[in-house]
Each structure stands twice: as C-alpha cells, then as structure tokens.
C-alpha cells in the first residue's frame, strides 16, 4: 500500500493547479482519499479528528450489506433451479453462478451510471467527488426484483441521483433515501416490472448456467400471496432463512442480522432507530391480528418482504433519519407502525416499507426539531423554578 500511495503522491502535480490534468482533480482526489485517509490538518479552529470518515464509514456498510447480498445471489439460482424442477441434481456453486451472473450487470451498471454522474457533477461544480453512492449503488440491485430490465434501472438510477441527491446540494443534504427513490421511481413509473407474479424468478439461461423457463411461469412473493388470500405454501424455515421469491437482498433475515450486528458493533448504525421499528411494526401487527384486519402472525409481518432489510440498512440512514437520541425512537416506530399499516390497509400495495421510510424522511427534521425544543422548554423551566 505504501508504494501505491507513493505513486498517487508522485503524480498528484498533474493534478493539481495548472497540472495538464487539472480537469480530472476531483476525480483524482476522489480515489486517493478512498484508498488513505487525508493526511491535511485543520487551517482555523479547534477540531478534533479520529481515523474513521464518511467513506471509511460507507464501505463499512457495504461490508455489512455482503451477507445479504451473496445469499441474494444465491437465492436466484435456488429459485431458477427450484422452478425448472433440477434443484435435486444442481451444485452449490452452480446455483450460486447463475445468480452472481444475474446480479452482476445490474452491480456495475449502478456504479457506472451513479458514480459516472456524480464524477461529472463534481468536475462541473469544481467539488470534490461524493461518497455516498458508495452504499446507494449496491443498495439499489438488492431492492429490486431480479427481472428488473438494466435499461429502466439506469433510469431511476439517473433520477435518483440528480433529483434526489445532487439538487439538494449532495451527500449529507439530502431529505429523501436516495435508493429507496430509485426504487419508488420505478414502482410508480414501470409497475408491471416491480409487482405481481412475473418478476420474482429469473427465468432464461445465462451463460449456459440455470434454466430456461416458460415465458408464463409465474411466481407471488408470500406477501403478495397474503395479499390475495392465498395460503402460503413457505414454512417459517423457508421464511428465515430466506428460501423465498423476494426482491434480491430482502429475503433472508439470518443474513440481514449479520449485517445488523456488523453496523452495530462497529456504532455505525443506531440501536435506537433499528430498535423502534421493530417495535413500532409488532406492536401495529399485534393490533391489526387482535382486531381481525389481519389473518397472520405478527412476526411474519416481520420476516416477510422488506421489513428487516428496510429497519436495519435504510432506517438507520444517518442522513435522511432523526438525529436526536429521543427523535430516533419515535422516527423508528413510526416507520414500522406505518409499514403495517399500509401493508393491511391497501391490498393494492402489499410492501409498505418503502413508504413509510420515505414518509419519515419528510419528517424527521419537524421530529428532532420538536425533541430540541422539548428539551429548551424543559430547561427554561428548570432555570426558573430555581
């Protein structure tokens, strides 16, 4: 590493003022502090700093995203392989092939398209180059169904990261999930490549790897079969694990909780937040079971569609979350008493945590800015009662 690092320092004056890459500096300084942490102190004020910072921070999440996201890949061939009745006679690897094969393209065209448009952002307004794609651009493949066309993924990745990231000024200015957007984007613009029976299961032959399935198989996630009244033909093993249709990432909760407890260890995410939707999702699902609005177990509410993935690596998005210790509470329990919600009271849209995260991020500053004034109050009051 150090030798690398002497060749950034030896070809840094190409980039630097009047360098004949000057153009490319941002990009430049970009790559150098995503390898090694800035070596530059200070110039006015009293700073404390520490070896941790916001890129070291998101690649961290991404580290803890990879659980989620192998058995998602593995999942996919499990699925193809289930469905093409081969399942008794295929490899692990074989399976695991055929959906590393299918989530591939769709991993590095979200990186070239999200990180090429904030490169090109950042060299127009002469700024240094962004880090928060890091977790968005993985974030995104894990949300969506693996028969999500790349073409109109491109296009809600382009949406996303202007409209919802950039306008607002770029990482750490914006109000809204900037994966969740792309995901919202594509579910209200394509809804037929987002829903129903026909996106879950991948179905042609890559590469001479899986199964080529009829053009009319079709296959409901279990929420979607609830949805309908249908009977769940999963059991709870199946559910936990993850052995289910679901979007990539959002299946297994085994491996959502490795990476819950990576972020957690290493104080990345907030107990707070991710402990509150929780609570906030069983509490609403005890509710709606008691009053006969819904026919399921609280915690298959909890298990099925994108409830954990959504509490563990979106809730706790320290940028569009509240902020204050008592504000995460009540922003985590809201989010999950109103992905509840909308699951049972729109049959029409059986997922609900994209939603109600989204709903929250709107109101997340009025949350902490009520908790800080609360606290004022208290204060003032205490002053002068002495």
Request: glycine share 10%; charged share 10%.
């Amino acid at each position: 590493m150090s030798a690398l690092k002497k060749i950034l320092d030896n070809i840094r004056p190409n980039f630097d003022e009047g360098g004949k890459l000057h153009a490319f500096k941002s990009v430049y300084d970009g790559l150098d502090t995503f390898l090694f942490v800035p070596n530059t102190t200070s110039k006015s004020g009293t700073n404390i700093h520490d070896a941790i910072d916001s890129k070291r921070i998101m690649s961290m999440v991404v580290i803890a995203l990879l659980p989620a996201l192998l058995f998602g890949m593995y999942n996919i061939g499990y699925q193809n392989f289930m469905a093409a009745g081969t399942l008794s006679t295929a490899s692990f690897w074989s399976i695991f092939l055929y959906g590393f094969m299918a989530v591939l393209p769709k991993l590095v065209v979200s990186y070239v398209v999200g990180l090429g448009i904030e490169f090109a952002w950042a060299q127009w307004k002469n700024e240094e180059i962004q880090e928060g794609y890091l977790v968005s651009g993985i974030l995104i493949p894990m949300i969506l169904p693996v028969n999500c066309p790349i073409w109109i993924m491109v296009i809600a990745i382009a949406f996303a990261v202007i409209f919802a990231k950039e306008i607002f000024g770029g990482t750490g200015m914006n109000i809204f999930n900037v994966a969740l957007i792309a995901r919202a984007f594509l579910f209200f613009s394509y809804p037929t490549k987002m829903s129903g029976d026909s996106v879950w299961v991948a179905k042609d032959t890559i590469f001479g790897l899986g199964n080529q399935l009829p053009d009319a198989f079709t296959c409901a996630t279990p929420l979607g079969q609830i949805s309908q009244n249908i009977n769940v033909p999963y059991s709870m093993f199946d559910m936990f694990t993850g052995f289910i249709p679901g979007s990539v990432g959002e299946t297994s909760v085994i491996a959502i909780a490795i990476g819950a407890i990576i972020l957690l260890w290493t104080r990345i995410a907030s107990w707070k937040t991710m402990f509150s939707v929780f609570v906030g999702g069983g509490l609403m699902a005890l509710l709606f079971s008691a009053t006969g609005s819904s026919h399921i177990p609280w915690y298959e509410h909890i298990m099925l569609g994108g409830f954990c993935f959504g509490a563990v690596f979106m809730a706790t998005d320290p940028v569009t979350g509240a902020r204050t210790e008592a504000g995460k509470y009540i922003y985590g329990f809201l989010i999950g008493a109103m992905a509840i919600i909308i699951r049972v009271l729109n049959a029409g849209y059986p997922e609900g945590m994209m939603l109600a995260i989204l709903l929250m991020n709107m109101f997340a500053p009025l949350i902490d800015y009520c908790v800080v004034q609360s606290n004022i109050s208290k204060r003032m009051k205490r002053l002068k009662t002495k």
